[in-house]
């Protein structure tokens, strides 16, 4: 992610104000402006942090939150939306949802830019091996790799997976995907978990890049976040009930085989399969997968190391390679492209299942587990 970039235009600043969290106990005098109304400042004049309002609708402090827990004085409405000069229907101030996400979430905010790379991936496609979600090429949502049940004519964008005005789950992620009926069913009875249950947590660490951010906003303000995927057991089962609602075929689970006089009436029940819903290590889809999208500088290989860590100098740890020839070794050659994976080519099978090519490899580079130690980012 990029460092903290602070814009100052007065729209982006009205934008600012509305959407991200109270830095409540941001050191300094806040002095609001006309041109700069949220920004707090040390003494030296510097911005330390982003005041948006500190009081919610039940008196207490620091609960606002990101693009949601609106209060009853809330203007944060017309940071997307205009209520006389809209670009589309829904009042958007950006013509097209694509565009008005964009605006924020392009790095001009500084965090959660979605070009770079972060848990979820990248939308950049400037590197090579690049694949993703593309949520603004008109794609339709029932064409989905995988898909079986999936008939859904509706594009693909990026409120398919995120919820703008906000969510129970995490990273706004929606809560029912492909119609109206919830993706997160209970895994015994599969009976769908009620709307406004949280049913995707995701493992959260502080991101180191905006620590000095984080140190501003308090116990109750944002905190800059990265993820490392679904946080236990049964939040593995339901992130794949998630990307199963789209590609159905995918949503797999353990069988001994297709009878050869059965019909296919379901998804993938009469399959050989890595399951996915499965609370197993490595058995999700976010174990393999980015949600946004991959390319050549996000891509690890067997060992777990990235284009970044070979450019190194040997000194630092790295092989000092030249950035073209990282990128050559590190280049997916898939043919149907890298289909949005986290490890390269192969070598996510690589990973797990090195005992069987034992002798032909360094053994310093595989675990106590008998497993390459890339082997310990899959989850």
């Known amino acids: 992610m990029s460092k903290l970039k602070i814009s100052f235009s007065t729209l982006l600043m009205l934008i600012l104000v509305g959407m991200f969290a109270t830095f409540a106990s941001a050191e300094g005098e ?114 989905a ?27 706004l992620l929606k809560e029912t995907i492909v119609g109206t009926t919830p993706f997160a069913f209970n895994p015994t009875t ?14 959260f660490t502080e991101d180191l890049d905006f620590a000095e951010i984080n140190a501003v906003t308090g116990t109750g303000g944002l905190k800059i976040t990265e993820s490392i995927g679904p946080k236990d057991s049964l939040d593995k089962q339901y992130y794949s009930q998630f990307c199963g609602a789209c590609h159905d075929d995918y949503l797999a689970k353990r069988s001994s085989g297709r009878p050869s006089n059965a019909a296919k009436t379901d998804t993938h029940d009469y399959l050989y399969s890595h399951t996915t819903n499965s609370t197993s290590t490595g058995r999700n889809c976010a174990a393999c997968h980015y949600a946004h999208g991959t390319d050549v500088t996000t891509m690890v290989d067997a060992l777990g190391n990235k284009v970044a860590d070979y450019t190194k100098s040997v000194e630092d740890g ?13 280049k997916d050659v898939s043919a149907k492209g890298s289909a949005l994976k986290k490890y390269t080519n192969m070598s996510v099978c690589f990973a797990c299942h090195a005992t069987s090519i034992t002798n032909q490899i360094d053994p310093t580079l595989i675990g106590p587990d008998g497993r390459f130690i890339g082997r310990g980012k899959i989850r």
Not at 146 to 153: D, E, H, P, R, V
Request: aromatic content about 6%.
């Open 190 to 203: 599969k009976v769908p978990v009620p709307v406004g249950t949280k049913t995707i947590n995701l493992a």
């Open 318 to 330: 790295g092989k000092g390679w030249e950035q073209a020839k990282a990128e050559s070794y590190m």
């Open 30 to 143: 806040f002095s609001p402006t006309s041109t700069h109304p949220a920004e707090v400042k040390d003494a030296d004049g510097n911005v330390t942090g982003i005041f948006v309002g500190d009081v919610d609708n039940f008196g207490n402090q620091s609960t606002h939150r990101t693009h949601g827990n609106f209060q009853n004085n809330t203007n944060s409405c017309a940071n997307c939306h205009s209520t006389h000069n809209g670009e589309d229907a829904m009042l958007l101030m950006k013509e097209g949802e694509y565009d008005l996400c964009m605006s924020c979430h392009d790095g001009t905010m500084g965090f959660y830019d979605v070009t770079e790379a972060s848990g979820a991936g990248t939308f950049d496609d400037s590197h090579l091996s690049s694949s993703m979600h593309n949520v603004d090429s008109g794609i339709l949502v029932g064409s």
């Open 145 to 171: 790799p995988g898909k079986y049940l999936n008939t859904s004519t509706a594009e693909l964008e990026c409120s398919s997976c995120h919820n703008p005005h906000g969510s129970a789950n995490d990273r």
